[in-house]
């Protein structure tokens, strides 16, 4: 085991050195009480030729005041050396001891902090407890965290590690997502034929538009009706809840917040690694391709101007109206436990990279276009398995796509 992957607590002492200003048996007791003003631990290492000799402390400087009588020794005492007055450095530490042996000697001589020097009696610095608390505290360095919202919880990974549900619950994802797409492609195409033939010439037609214009309008109209039912479907869903809980458990993480329901419950909805900024890009692109009917290959650098500048407000704004809800409690619990479950395998797994093949694996999205996959087919049987559904869906869906 390195020492980057050793646990906290089996780390050597040296990893959690502190550097201070240090003083030489020659500095003044004036120097000396300036570096006792900024000193962490309130004392100054005092070192001659690279060795510890002692230490200058507030104690010091309580006694050696006491021994002045009046200004005039005051004022000598200030400008003399702090040689005779520093104290024994006391207990020392090796820079090879583990957290335990540190905080055993500290207790065994009822002290905050100790000196470390080498065997060869060079001093490297000193440590307390508090530096300890510091760093055993602090938020580990994690990679990027991603995520995904499912029907039976939140699913966490780093690429490396993983947490919370596993690969039926994304296939179940996926199953749903190419579901429901394709009942509300049909229905929407179902709505549309039953509109042109109950309302014969709409008002597209009524206002003599050119074939240019419908065709623009038509492909935006449509496209906009799709995605604003689907987008409704979700906010509907308990997909929204779970997505908001794994946004919110992601920002805990990146915050150092506590991994506790009050603090998460904070958490903002939003995240900008979300992938519905993605799609946020990829409707504005769309949007401007649907104009190119109308203004010819400018359309597509139109959607791409959209795409650049307004992807992420967009995204921000989908996020807060469709694709998240305020999370129950069981919802941020899901997030919760698939956020420590994660932690605790990053940390065993340590400081070593994915490999590319690992990555993708753990990423979600294999098993998300597996349940898709698995969803059309599943539709493709049943159309070909019903006749009805055969000769009713077949040609609608011809004239929807041709």
Same mark, same amino acid.
Do not use: K
């Given at each position: 085991?390195?020492?980057?992957?050793?646990?906290?607590?089996?780390?050597?002492?040296?990893?959690?050195?502190?550097?201070?200003?240090?003083?030489?048996?020659?500095?003044?007791? *004036?120097?000396?009480?300036?570096?006792?003003?900024?000193?962490?631990?309130?004392?100054?290492?005092?070192?001659?030729?690279?060795?510890?000799?002692?230490?200058?402390?507030?104690?010091?400087?309580?006694?050696?005041?006491?021994?002045?009588?009046?200004?005039?020794?005051?004022?000598?005492?200030?400008?003399?050396?702090?040689?005779?007055?520093?104290?024994?450095?006391?207990?020392?530490?090796?820079?090879? !001891?583990?957290?335990?042996?540190?905080?055993?000697?500290?207790?065994?001589?009822?002290?905050?902090?100790?000196?470390?020097?080498?065997?060869?009696?060079?001093?490297?610095?000193?440590?307390?407890?508090?530096? %300890?608390?510091?760093?055993?505290?602090?938020?580990?360095?994690?990679?990027?965290?991603?995520?995904?919202?499912?029907?039976?919880?939140?699913?966490?990974? +780093?690429?490396?590690? +993983?947490?919370?549900?596993?690969?039926?619950?994304?296939?179940?994802?996926?199953?749903?997502?190419?579901?429901?797409?394709?009942?509300?492609?049909?229905? %929407?195409? $179902?709505?549309?034929?039953?509109?042109?033939?109950?309302?014969?010439?709409?008002?597209?037609? !009524?206002?003599?538009?050119?074939?240019?214009?419908?065709?623009?309008?038509?492909?935006?109209?449509?496209?906009?009706?799709?995605?604003?039912?689907?987008?409704?479907?979700?906010?509907?869903?308990?997909?929204?809840?779970?997505?908001?809980?794994?946004?919110?458990?992601?920002?805990?993480?990146?915050?150092?917040?506590?991994?506790?329901?009050?603090?998460?419950?904070?958490?903002?909805?939003?995240?900008?690694?979300?992938?519905?900024?993605?799609?946020?890009? $990829?409707?504005?692109?769309?949007?401007?391709? $649907?104009?190119?009917?109308?203004?010819?290959?400018?359309?597509?650098?139109?959607?791409?101007?959209?795409?650049?500048?307004? !992807?992420? &407000?967009?995204?921000?704004?989908?996020?807060?109206?469709? +694709? +998240?809800?305020?999370?129950?409690?069981?919802?941020?619990?899901?997030?919760?436990?698939?956020?420590?479950?994660?932690?605790?395998?990053?940390?065993?797994?340590?400081?070593?990279?994915?490999? *590319?093949?690992?990555?993708?694996?753990?990423? *979600?999205?294999?098993?998300?276009?597996?349940?898709?996959?698995?969803?059309?087919?599943?539709?493709?049987?049943?159309? !070909?398995?019903?006749? &009805?559904?055969?000769? *009713?869906?077949?040609?609608?869906?011809?004239? %929807?796509?041709?």
């Amino acid at each position: 085991m390195t020492a980057m992957q050793r646990q906290p607590e089996e780390r050597l002492l040296v990893h959690f050195l502190r550097r201070v200003r240090e003083a030489t048996p020659r500095t003044t007791l *004036g120097d000396a009480l300036a570096l006792l003003r900024i000193a962490p631990h309130r004392a100054v290492p005092v070192v001659d030729a690279g060795r510890l000799v002692g230490l200058f402390s507030e104690r010091c400087l309580t006694r050696a005041l006491l021994c002045a009588r009046d200004d005039a020794g005051r004022a000598a005492l200030r400008q003399g050396p702090i040689s005779g007055l520093m104290e024994s450095p006391g207990p020392l530490a090796a820079p090879d !001891w583990t957290l335990d042996q540190f905080l055993l000697a500290c207790d065994a001589h009822t002290r905050d902090f100790l000196p470390v020097v080498e065997a060869s009696g060079r001093f490297l610095g000193l440590i307390a407890r508090s530096d %300890l608390l510091d760093e055993l505290l602090a938020v580990p360095s994690l990679p990027p965290i991603g995520g995904m919202a499912t029907p039976l919880g939140v699913y966490l990974t +780093t690429g490396g590690a +993983t947490g919370g549900v596993g690969g039926v619950a994304l296939a179940l994802t996926g199953l749903l997502t190419c579901l429901t797409q394709s009942l509300l492609y049909v229905g %929407l195409g $179902a709505l549309g034929g039953t509109l042109r033939e109950a309302v014969p010439g709409l008002w597209i037609h !009524w206002l003599g538009v050119a074939e240019p214009v419908r065709q623009s309008l038509g492909t935006l109209l449509g496209a906009l009706g799709f995605g604003v039912a689907f987008l409704g479907l979700l906010r509907l869903s308990p997909l929204a809840g779970y997505h908001a809980a794994e946004h919110q458990v992601v920002h805990a993480i990146e915050r150092g917040e506590p991994l506790l329901m009050e603090s998460v419950r904070l958490m903002p909805r939003e995240h900008p690694r979300c992938g519905t900024n993605f799609i946020a890009a $990829a409707a504005l692109l769309s949007a401007g391709g $649907a104009l190119s009917p109308l203004i010819g290959s400018f359309g597509y650098l139109l959607g791409g101007l959209l795409a650049l500048g307004f !992807w992420r &407000s967009l995204g921000g704004w989908l996020q807060r109206h469709f +694709t +998240t809800r305020t999370a129950t409690t069981v919802q941020l619990r899901s997030g919760i436990d698939a956020a420590n479950e994660l932690l605790a395998r990053q940390a065993r797994r340590g400081d070593e990279p994915p490999g *590319g093949l690992v990555r993708i694996g753990r990423s *979600g999205m294999v098993h998300i276009l597996l349940g898709y996959a698995l969803g059309g087919g599943l539709l493709a049987l049943l159309v !070909w398995l019903v006749p &009805s559904l055969r000769s *009713g869906l077949l040609p609608l869906i011809h004239e %929807l796509l041709f």
